[in-house]
């Protein structure tokens, strides 16, 4: 079997140091990054710390910067990456330890959109609504976001000012607004028009070109914009 | 009050768990309720889901027509009265649903959309592509954050449920993000951590499904229900076992052996690919058996054929079949065969409760994969697991916010959290040298695989129950490889491994005693099912020795159990 080297950023929050650790992991043309440091950590080191779950690019536990890029450790095959391979945190949130990042920021700014919808009444539970296959195309693409954090480790802007809404939250903020059911979209293109908010983004758009699920942040987050400039003019 | 008092404990952050705590949390803005979950709620194992949610809401459709296939795919062993219930209140959850904007299929008239599924006797089965637990997940999870009576404790492991005088108290938990071991005392709490998929080797599920609900309950005295009837899903790919849809039958698919006939026409012929989970299964496994199987480096498997469904209706109703398929076999199901085999999926079994969710402790309730109601008897039909969490949810929130409101906290002997902080930190942590939990997980993995599987028979299920005893003498000589506090992921393996070695003593000894094949649980040496001795519930208790075996009788209301076929 051949075998290849992992090399892990690593950082001890104990001691507040970071450094690396290389291992030797043997694969197979169909073993996933995430296979390999799950045998990482069975057999060669027991202190190396990661999340993941699924294993199938759905839970969004396991984003990682595998060679410089955000990646999904788990739908990423050792065969197609160049190796030795170099493991690190992702970028832009505070480490924990390891590839282990503290998220909390995005919860925040999850809540801070209102990510729910909002009526005035909500209706009784005998009355599904109505809902055009069109109208749900409209938020097919921004709602299959699975918050794996790819996009803001891959943002500049957010890298420079954590005020930034970013990539994810907006995107569902813009799901939101085009959801037909939804009745509080003068609210939302309030958040949009944040100084925080859409403008903020620099439309460098590498969110949508780590995007693992097809989420198009970069467009949804320019959308935004027309939507609240327009919105500004005529109100 | 204090920081780490809640009017009631949601104990696990996925469909049951969220839509409990969502419940609960809307009866009075007055009551704290807390979610604690070892993940982010939004990792848990629900986003995993993919066919859809069974409710009946159509014209062509009623609660005795859902009632009755869900009860004959049971093998008879559900209790009716329950089936009755969850019948009734899924479509008003599907609705509950589609108003928090969950993106449900819809049809050309904007109405929510059905699909088949299998053992359905029509199309029931509501959808969100083929990612309907992602999209229900992400809705209630979503829809949570609008609570501000809901608190939440992301990456905190529960590592014991403390009782006095059979009277729920609390809970101890470690915070994994601080390794800070706290005492969260509540009125009530709700058990809602999903499966235990983790104890077989080949498996659909994610790697936190190690059963830690079930556990938890069983080493306090609750009993577990109907643990020998494990779900193996007849399509999973070879070496992942990551599971493909039966929407993909669903929607038209094919199997095929190495012949490439449709050979489930000579198990379901009335059915075909839409024959229940379990048949499917072992149809599977004699196919391969017999030698019809096609040749894999991971063993032999059959073929699901989408090819004639043509690309467009794979990429509208099956785009993550596609894209699994592509990223992880590298094949293209438009113009290519899936490699499918049957994987550990689902446990129609778990924490014992009643009607209202629940447990024989007073103040603890249990919802979703973790109990056992028992709507799903011996086989759960495809897509009644979805909206089991959601029903039994809402009820285990209701129930267990009324009681909240009801009763005070209870008085709490210090000792007794005291003992707990040790075992983990004296006995786990600090213990100078010992073996990796990798040593004995593995092993595990292989004896129920190999012993508690499929097909079972006298021989290997003592076997298995002697090996799992072996490892969990084994597991006193675990330590820890990693001494540190902060996100001490060696320490959570090592907790879950104890949990999974008590599921597995449950599960062995329950399919050991059970000397009949009925649903899921098959026995080679005792292939008929038996209603004189054993249409009724086991019940598995955990003792100084080895399990205890209880059994309780099924409820009837208004159908006959009947020969099974398809």
Redesign the interface.
Known sequence: MPETTFIIKRYNPEKGVFYTSEYKVPYESDTTILSGLIYIKDYLDRTLSFRYSCRMASCGSCGMVVNKKPTLVCRTLIESVKKPIYIEPLYNFPIIKDLVVDIDIFLDKLKFVKSYIIREKEEDLDKEYIVKPEQLDLIKHSSSCINCMLCYAACPVFGSDEEFIGPAALAILYRYLHDPRDQAKSERIKIASLKNSAYMCSMVGQCTVVCPKGVDPSFHIQRLKVISTLNNLFS | MDKYSHDVIVIGGGAAGLRAAIEAASKSPKLSVAIVSK??P????T??AEGGAAAA?KPDDNFDLHAYDTIKGSDFLADQDAVELFVRLAP?EI??L????C?W????????DVRWFGGMSVKRTIHAAD?T???LL?TLF??S??YDNIVRY?EYFVTSIIVENNRFCGITALSL?DGAFHFLKGKAAIIATGGAGQIYKFTTN???NTGDGMALAYRIGVPLKDMEFVQFHPTCLP??G??ISEAARGEGGYLLNNKYERFLKNYVPTKMELGPRDIISRAIVNEIRLGNGFKGKHGDYVALDLRHLGEEKIEEKLPQIR??AK???GIDPVNELIPVRPGQHYFMGGVHVDLNTSTPVTGLFAAGEASCVSINGANRLGSNSLPECLVFGAISGEHAAKFAIEHDYCNVAYENIQIEEKRIFDQLLKKESGI?P?EIKYKLKETMEEKVGILRNEKELLEACREVEKLKEMFKNVS???K???????IV?ILELDFMLDVAEAVAYSALYRKESRGAHYRTDYPERNDKEYLAHTLVYKTREKPQIDYLPVKITKWQPAERKY
């Open positions: 993940v982010y939004m990792r848990s194992h986003v995993s809401i008003r609705i509950r589609e108003h928090w904007g993106p299929n819809r049809d050309q008239e904007g109405k929510i990612k637990g992602f999209y992400h979503q829809t954050l609008k992301d993000r994610g790697a936190i070496g992942s990551i599971l894209e699994l990223t992880f076999v990796a990798a820890a490889g990693d540190t506090m902060i996100f001490n992921t060696d393996e």
